[in-house]
């Protein structure tokens, strides 16, 4: 979960939705992760052991990815390296974090891409865009018609060309080598409705489009819905899990977070209750721990089910790489998946 501060908000935490997020590079651990901390209406940058390794000086910054932190001066933001040495200059409206050594980026109300130098991978512009993933980027070329209907999704490769033509009503990033992606349906040449199918890179469909409503695949698994059918089906779009809750979100770390009568737990892959619903709030599974709110506070679970770290806290967001940004008796700071302050304002 990318974690975002801002001035204007001294404890205000903001996070990146489950289809929306990309993944962090594999090869950037958390020792080449950089957490943003705020002091006197300005940010700085702890590691994960927290120790202070850049001294609060910036309008705003995100938790770095893949070597790289988006910082704000101003109205502004850029990148800086560990060693807090400017490596893009701020100049954007907003950023995202690296992905596959590509951030997107924007500069008004347009979009683009760059990579670790500054260099705009493409000479165009787009409405919307979304992260690279496997090579791949979703982006929207050309505004919608007033239904929405009208296909304006499209893929591009890391050197900015159009590989998989813009014929989608919607169309996610990549993950597991799919992609979720909405087209039309029409009789002769009227539109009538949409359907979800999972794409496979050359922008062929290894499941064809006959679903309602898909999320993107997760660990090997696609929520959808069919009908009145509701579950998972897998990369053969057959139906591997069907269930009958208010809500659902995907797997993450072999466990789904369900809603029944308001209150939120979790399922296993079989479907099974491993966190029967009795929380009012529950955040995915992430380093092995999950957010829940009680009546007592905020607290984290492990993978059993277990209260490891005691519901306490007044404001908490999901473990990143290893640390959580918490607030305890009106001070902030991140703890370690033990619960342990590694770094905490004012001390």
Same mark, same amino acid.
């Given at each position: 979960?990318?974690?975002?501060?801002?001035?204007?908000?001294?404890?205000?935490?903001?996070?990146?939705?489950?289809?929306?997020?990309?993944?962090?590079?594999?090869?950037? %651990?958390?020792?080449?992760?950089?957490?943003?901390?705020?002091?006197?209406?300005?940010?700085?940058?702890?590691?994960?052991?927290?120790?202070?390794?850049?001294?609060?000086?910036?309008?705003?910054?995100?938790?770095?990815?893949?070597?790289?932190?988006?910082?704000?001066?101003?109205?502004?933001?850029?990148?800086?390296?560990?060693?807090?040495?400017?490596?893009?200059?701020?100049?954007?409206?907003?950023?995202?974090?690296?992905?596959?050594?590509?951030?997107?980026?924007?500069?008004?109300?347009? /979009?683009?891409?760059?990579?670790? =130098?500054?260099?705009?991978?493409?000479? @165009?512009?787009?409405?919307?865009?979304?992260?690279?993933?496997?090579?791949?980027?979703?982006?929207?070329?050309?505004?919608?018609?007033?239904?929405?209907?009208?296909?304006?999704?499209?893929?591009?490769?890391? @050197?900015?060309?159009?590989?998989?033509?813009?014929?989608?009503?919607?169309?996610?990033?990549?993950?597991? %080598?799919?992609?979720?992606? #909405?087209?039309?349906?029409?009789?002769?040449?009227?539109?009538?409705?949409?359907?979800?199918?999972?794409?496979?890179?050359?922008?062929?469909?290894?499941?064809?489009?006959?679903?309602?409503?898909?999320?993107?695949?997760?660990?090997?698994?696609?929520?959808?819905?069919?009908?009145?059918?509701?579950?998972?089906?897998?990369?053969? %779009?057959?139906?591997?899990? @069907?269930?009958?809750?208010?809500?659902?979100?995907?797997?993450? #770390?072999?466990?789904?977070?369900? =809603?029944? #009568? %308001?209150? /939120?737990?979790?399922? =296993?892959?079989?479907? @099974?209750?491993?966190?029967?619903?009795?929380?009012?709030?529950?955040?995915?599974?992430?380093?092995?721990?999950?957010?829940?709110?009680?009546?007592?506070?905020?607290?984290?679970?492990?993978?059993?089910?277990?209260?490891?770290?005691?519901?306490?806290?007044?404001?908490?967001?999901?473990?990143?790489?290893?640390?959580?940004?918490?607030?305890?008796?009106?001070?902030?700071?991140?703890?370690?998946?033990?619960?342990?302050?590694? /770094?905490?304002?004012?001390?």
């Amino acid at each position: 979960m990318l974690l975002l501060l801002f001035r204007r908000s001294r404890f205000a935490i903001y996070a990146c939705l489950g289809c929306l997020i990309a993944a962090y590079h594999p090869a950037y %651990g958390q020792k080449d992760t950089m957490y943003p901390i705020l002091e006197d209406g300005l940010f700085g940058f702890i590691n994960s052991s927290g120790e202070v390794i850049i001294e609060p000086k910036y309008d705003g910054a995100k938790t770095s990815s893949e070597g790289l932190a988006a910082v704000r001066l101003g109205y502004s933001w850029g990148f800086v390296d560990l060693q807090d040495s400017v490596r893009i200059a701020p100049q954007f409206s907003s950023v995202f974090p690296f992905s596959d050594g590509i951030a997107r980026v924007q500069s008004g109300q347009y /979009w683009t891409f760059i990579d670790r =130098n500054g260099e705009r991978i493409t000479d @165009e512009y787009f409405m919307s865009a979304l992260d690279f993933s496997s090579g791949l980027a979703p982006v929207r070329v050309r505004p919608g018609t007033v239904a929405g209907l009208e296909p304006k999704w499209g893929f591009i490769d890391r @050197e900015g060309q159009m590989v998989v033509p813009d014929r989608f009503v919607r169309a996610l990033p990549f993950s597991d %080598g799919m992609a979720a992606a #909405e087209v039309t349906r029409k009789v002769i040449v009227v539109s009538i409705n949409t359907r979800w199918g999972l794409l496979a890179p050359d922008g062929s469909w290894i499941v064809e489009p006959e679903f309602h409503s898909m999320r993107n695949p997760s660990e090997g698994l696609a929520l959808v819905r069919k009908g009145r059918q509701r579950g998972f089906i897998d990369a053969t %779009g057959a139906f591997v899990l @069907e269930l009958d809750y208010e809500q659902v979100f995907s797997f993450k #770390e072999n466990r789904a977070r369900v =809603n029944e #009568e %308001g209150l /939120w737990g979790f399922i =296993n892959r079989k479907g @099974e209750v491993v966190v029967a619903p009795g929380y009012q709030r529950a955040d995915d599974f992430s380093n092995g721990r999950a957010l829940v709110l009680t009546g007592d506070g905020y607290g984290f679970l492990d993978s059993t089910g277990t209260m490891v770290i005691p519901p306490q806290y007044e404001k908490a967001s999901s473990f990143d790489r290893g640390l959580a940004w918490v607030t305890l008796d009106g001070k902030s700071g991140y703890i370690d998946t033990t619960g342990i302050f590694v /770094w905490r304002e004012d001390e």
